[in-house]
């Protein structure tokens, strides 16, 4: 597991009490469900949260967040 993965599941630990929402409430394909369950990603960070709709709906998006949030996580989507 690389440094931004490692970053992400410690961010998702603490996100997961606060969120209560999980990937596949955000709309995706069940492929992208699933790599990011294989991928230890349980809910959504708050970046996430906010980005992937729009993205999925095919409008630009531009996020500050910190380092380790999930800004790259989401930009796959």
């Known amino acids: 597991m690389g440094e931004e993965d490692k970053n992400h599941s410690e961010e998702q630990g603490n996100k997961e009490e606060e969120t209560k929402k999980l990937f596949k409430d955000l709309k995706i394909c069940d492929k992208l469900g699933e790599a990011c369950n294989n991928l230890g990603w349980k809910v959504p960070t708050k970046i996430q949260l906010e980005a992937i ?19 790259t996580g989401a930009i796959f989507f």
Do not use: C, F
């Open 53 to 71: 709709p729009h993205a999925l709906q095919g409008k630009d998006v531009i996020g500050l967040a910190q380092t380790g949030s999930g800004k």
